[in-house]
């Protein structure tokens, strides 16, 4: 398939160079259809979230919630409140009898719940280090380095109160090494959930998407 590609490439390219046509490239917005529409919804109700490994010295749940709870607001114009659910396993998020009985005086709303964890691990690297010198013979020297690395796993799930079922879900691993051994849980967390959040809410708000196309004319 590939080298099939290749020659009906090829061939396009040949004749646009043996005719007198002429092609642009353009860049056009695509209008985006969300996968969920949040005006269907009067509230958004954002609940405990289910940590499956414990962070030292991080209150992941109270972060997840908060940043939530802060940048939907900035793209919902309805309610925005939080609800302590307690939660204890995997499977509760195919029970939908306990979504409903949780959400009884929530009738129009949406929850937004799942599971997560954050990790943080140092690794050793022998890296190459350049001496000053351009003539001596030796021009490099090796040195051992330490890269601290944070991976965030989040399993996201939007639930309809009135019926339980699972309107949305999706998986989402984050990952990023930082050369300071010292970098803090709490500045790389950032990092990490700013990305969750554009996957997320490209799902949900469906903005414009950029794409190229090509005007030829003769």
């Known amino acids: ?7 009906l490439l090829l061939s396009f390219l040949v004749l646009l160079s043996c005719s007198s046509s002429y092609y642009w ?31 030292k010295d991080f209150d992941l749940n109270k972060e997840i919630v908060d940043y939530f709870t802060s940048e939907l607001r900035n793209e919902f114009e309805g309610k925005i409140s939080s609800k302590k659910i307690p939660l204890e396993k995997e499977d509760v998020f195919k029970d ?43 021009q490099s020297k090796r040195g051992l380095a330490e890269r601290r690395f944070y991976t965030f796993l989040l399993d996201l799930y939007l639930i309809d109160p ?41 799902n949900i708000l469906a903005g414009a998407k950029i794409q190229e196309r090509y005007l030829i004319s003769k």
């Open 1 to 7: 398939m590939g080298k099939a590609k290749f020659v």
């Open 25 to 55: 490239k353009m860049r056009i917005e695509i209008p985006g259809e969300p996968i969920l529409k949040l005006d269907d919804f009067k509230e958004i109700v954002i609940t405990d979230f289910l940590i499956t490994k414990e962070t």
């Open 96 to 138: 939908e009898e306990f979504w409903k009985a949780q959400g009884e005086d929530l009738k129009e709303a949406l929850l937004v719940s799942g599971s997560a964890q954050y990790t943080e691990e140092v690794r050793k690297a022998i890296l190459e280090r350049r001496k000053d010198r351009v003539d001596d013979p030796f």
């Open 162 to 202: 009135k019926t339980g079922k699972t309107l949305y879900k999706r998986n989402f691993k984050e990952s990023q090494g930082y050369k300071n051994p010292k970098q803090t849980a709490h500045f790389a967390f950032f990092d990490l959930i700013q990305r969750v959040k554009a996957k997320f809410f490209q």
